[in-house]
Every structure is written in C-alpha cells, then in structure tokens.
C-alpha cells in the first residue's frame, strides 16, 4: 500500500483539481438551502454520486419524497451498471475491497481506473484501492469547505454546476491524448449526439450509453487488435 500511494496520488491529481471545486460547488448548494457542514460531509461519505448529489441539492429544496429521491437517483446513476461490467473480474479477485470498488465507481473514477498504469513494483489491486479512496477523499474535502465558506461568505450560485461538465471535458481530453485509437471516443460522440438528438436531454443517457456498449462489444476483436 505505501508503495502505491505515491503513484496512486499521481494519478489522481486531475480528480483532485476537479473534485476540490465540484465538490466544493456542492457543498456551496447544499449550505445555500439551509443544510450545514455536516450534512455536506455525510451526503459525500454516504452518497457519493457527483451529479446525483447535484440531483439532491433540487430535491431537498423541493422537499420531495424518500421514494422520489430514491428512483430519481438510481435514474440518473444507472449508467454506472455498464461500468462495472467492464470490472467484474477485476473487483472480484479484490477480495472484501470490492464492495467499496462497486460504491465509488464514479464517472473520473471509472476513466482513471480503465487507463491506470501500474508501476512493476506496485500491486495493482492497490493501487485502484487507494485511487477509489483518494478520489472519495478528495470529494469529501471539496464539499466541507464549501459547505462552510458558504456559510460565512455570500454566493451567487447560478452556473456553479458547470464544474461538473468542466471535469468531463478536462477527462475526456487526457484519454484522447493518450489513446492511439479515437474509434470508442467516436463511436462515444455519436451515440450520444444522435441518442441526444432523438430523445432530448432528459432521456439520451441510458439509450446512448446501451448503444456504446453494444457497438464496443461488436467491435471488441478490432479494437483490440490496435490497442496491442
């Protein structure tokens, strides 16, 4: 574990840029409809759902029901089921530390974790451990502060969950970089456009990201092939 800290840390030194402000913009939200500091740190050590804690914010402030936020959330995180196909192995042989793997799958998570490179000397299944816990830390940070600056300074709120796309964007650049073939990223685009396109913003996301695996599971020998 010690020798997986320090290039763990590397890793996810892009998540803790982004995380520190979303999760900071969060905990802003949060204190803005009354919740204090405290609330802020149990809502990102228990739910621990990016913009599902955004989703949370307008649903406190519309006092809606436990049922509702309960649908409305599994709605919006779903996605994260065709993430842990990919990983199903790959937690199963982690041992109890797959439980807490399969509740911090986040979106940066899941991108770190697929293009994670793993020094010779260092346990791999450490070091996704410490990626998943440092990004988790790096969240619960960002939404403390918030959640106190916000109630000692005055916030204008409007356009604070920007950060979250923000995150996306900074994310999906590094891997384009990174990877020499830009076909998922294509077959990514496009699934989303034309899914976004059909269905409207409030109903692409689960179509597009079906879409994305069936096509990747299609293409999987080719892709494949220029990955080796």
């Not at 320090?6 to 999760?23: E, K, N, S």
């Not at 000692?152 to 970089?177: C, H, K, R, Y």
Request: net charge neutral; aromatic share 12%.
């Amino acid at each position: 574990m010690r020798k997986a800290l320090r290039p763990a840390f590397t890793a996810t030194i892009p998540v803790l840029c982004g995380y520190l402000f979303i999760g900071f913009a969060f905990g802003v939200m949060l204190r803005d409809i009354g919740f204090t500091t405290p609330w802020a740190f149990l809502c990102s050590l228990t739910i621990y759902a990016g913009s599902g804690q955004y989703l949370l914010v307008s649903l406190l402030a519309a006092k809606a029901s436990l049922v509702t936020v309960a649908v409305m959330t599994l709605l919006l995180n779903c996605r994260h089921i065709f993430y842990g196909l990919s990983f199903l192995e790959t937690f199963h042989s982690m041992g109890a530390r797959k439980w807490y793997m399969i509740f911090s799958l986040t979106d940066e998570t899941y991108s770190l974790l697929c293009s994670l490179k793993t020094p010779s000397d260092v346990d791999p299944d450490a070091m996704r451990f410490l990626v998943a816990i440092l990004d988790h830390a790096y969240w619960i940070i960002g939404s403390i502060i918030g959640a106190f600056i916000g109630g000692v300074l005055p916030f204008d709120t409007t356009g604070i969950d920007f950060a979250m796309t923000s995150l996306f964007t900074v994310i999906f650049v590094e891997q384009w970089q990174a990877s020499k073939s830009h076909v998922p990223a294509f077959l990514g685009l496009g699934a989303a456009a034309l899914s976004l396109a059909l269905l409207g913003p409030q109903n692409f996301i689960l179509p597009a990201m079906l879409a994305i695996c069936v096509m990747l599971v299609a293409l999987r020998r080719q892709l494949a092939k220029e990955a080796a």
